[in-house]
T-cell receptor
Framework: SQTIHQWPATLVQPVGSPLSLECTVEGTSNPNLYWYRQAAGRGLQLLFYSVGIGQISSEVPQNLSASRPQDRQFILSSKKLLLSDSGFYLC??????????????FGDGTRLSIL | DQQVKQNSPSLSVQEGRISILNCDYTNSMFDYFLWYKKYPAEGPTFLISISSIKDKNEDGRFTVFLNKSAKHLSLHIVPSQPGDSAVYFCAASGQGAQKLVFGQGTRLTINP
């Protein structure tokens, strides 16, 4: 069966520090991969998605970047964190073939607090 | 521009009764609609979905209804159980793309 791992579960970082969050998927190949952010009291906002190695689409302008160095690895990064980067970050995957009928499956998220 | 809206931030229902969660959308190009359930400090879990060519999909205690003319969908949970207490998100995707647009979520509380 497919599993998705996301770490760390919680992270406290000072303003201006770098960030690297990692997500890996097991049990499937060529998945679509996604990074979302949920701000307090808000819905899930899509930040980045990737349909293949090295292919990244950004949905909103921001202080973050994403990379996909391997088929089942997705990394969210920042060179200098801002206070507004605080939130709950979620990684998700879905089947690489097919259309909108393939649900996305989420990791357990990373709670990021910027001080 | 919020394309998917859940206008009720919270809902409280007696155990054993029906829970009805509502969602409205504005983009007529959406062709799949999904419901997710989320517990605190966990990622959302997929519950049920419906294609825009259908008006109802049922899976056990969960039924999703779609009214395309009203651009409205609802999730019915019957009977409601204490373990159903969670935040529920509706989401939509369109034209074969697997990007999802999420609503803000509704916190459901099932009272014993």
């Amino acid at each position: 069966s497919q599993t998705i791992h996301q770490w760390p579960a919680t992270l406290v970082q000072p303003v201006g520090s770098p960030l690297s969050l990692e997500c890996t998927v097991e049990g499937t190949s060529n998945p679509n991969l996604y990074w979302y952010r949920q701000a307090a009291g808000r819905g899930l906002q899509l930040l980045f998605y990737s349909v293949g190695i090295g292919q990244i689409s950004s949905e909103v302008p921001q202080n973050l970047s994403a990379s996909r160095p391997q088929d089942r690895q997705f990394i969210l990064s920042s060179k200098k964190l801002l206070l507004s980067d605080s939130g709950f970050y979620l990684c998700a995957w879905s089947g690489g073939l097919g259309g909108g009928d393939q649900p996305q499956h989420f990791g357990d998220g990373t709670r990021l607090s910027i001080l | 521009d919020q394309q998917v809206k859940q206008n009720s931030p919270s809902l409280s229902v007696q155990e054993g009764r029906i829970s009805i969660l509502n969602c409205d959308y504005t983009n007529s190009m959406f062709d799949y609609f999904l419901w997710y359930k989320k517990y605190p400090a966990e990622g959302p879990t997929f519950l049920i979905s419906i294609s825009s060519i259908k008006d109802k999909n049922e899976d056990g205690r969960f039924t999703v209804f779609l009214n395309k003319s009203a651009k409205h969908l609802s999730l019915h949970i019957v009977p409601s159980q204490p373990g159903d207490s969670a935040v529920y998100f509706c989401a939509a995707s369109g034209q074969g793309a697997q990007k999802l647009v999420f609503g803000q979520g509704t916190r459901l509380t099932i009272n014993p």
